[in-house]
Every structure is written in C-alpha cells, then in structure tokens.
C-alpha cells in the first residue's frame, strides 16, 4: 500500500474543503490522501508590520513534524502570507522534498471586495494544492499556460491554468516513479 499524503490544516479550514482537495489529490497522484490532525494557529509566523504570515514558518514547522507514515505533507491556512521579496503568496513547497503550504484567502473572491462564489474558491485551491505538490515531486513551473505547474502571479493566472499536468509534466512525474 502506498503511504498517503496527507492534508494538514494550520489553524481552522473548512471541512468540505479539505474533502474536496483530499479527493482531487487522490483522483491526480494516485496515492490515498488522508487529513491529519490540524495545527494550532501559525501566530509564530505573524508578521505585524506586514498583517501577513511568514510562509517559511509554516513550512519549517511541518518539516519539523515526525510523521514517518506521511508521503507528503500539504498545509493548509486560512491566512494570508508572504514570503521575502513578494507581496503575497498562493503557496510553497520544499522543491523535491515532503511539505507544502497553500495560503487560502487571496483564493477567494471576497478577498477582492467581489461576490462570493465557493465552487471557484474550490477549484482554485485544488489547483492550488495540485501544483504545490507538484513541487514537492520536483516539477518546475510550466511554460503551457494550461498546465496546473504554470506559475501563477495573479488570479488570473490561476483560473486560467487547468487542474491537470500537461503532458510534459505528466512524463517528468511517471519518470520520478509517481
């Protein structure tokens, strides 16, 4: 049996939002996906000059987790963050290693002051969680605007891209052995 990934809610998520990411994981890596006990509230990586979270904090406090049963492990928080040298993240992972984080508030339309609208939130975390793990496989960002690996510096971006990996990124995860 392969060991599962693992959904790691930092602080409070939504329930039906981790099952829905827990099932496109599965349906997309062929591999169980599991959500884990969830994680106090990262107030370690507040910053307050910047009202954001240090995404680093968080990655480093789930690379510190002892949990040799985890294939991977994904955070998810319901807070925004940064990291240096950007204005905000949707997510980061530790390239070719087990953690990855996806920050969840600029995903939602009401973030913008705009109506809401859960199935796109839905979509766009999926996409999100999608491609932070992709990372942790070792996938770079993808040139094809479609591919879930395409980097996405704006939201646009991000309802733009698909759910899936295009062909290449698919024939660079089946040759790493996913």
Known sequence: MKKPIYLMPVGVVEEGLLEAIAKA????????????????EPAYAYDRRRRQYRVGEILLCLRR?????????LGLVDQDCYTPGLNFVFGQAMAGGRDAVVALPRLRQEFYGLPKDEMLFQERAIKEAVHELGHTYGLGHCPNSRCVMHFSNSLADTDIKGVSFCRTCRAELDEAGL
């Open 25 to 40: 994981v599965e349906r997309t890596f062929n591999r169980p996906c599991r959500v884990g006990e969830g994680l106090v």
């Open 65 to 73: 987790l002892d949990m040799p049963q985890a294939h991977r492990l």
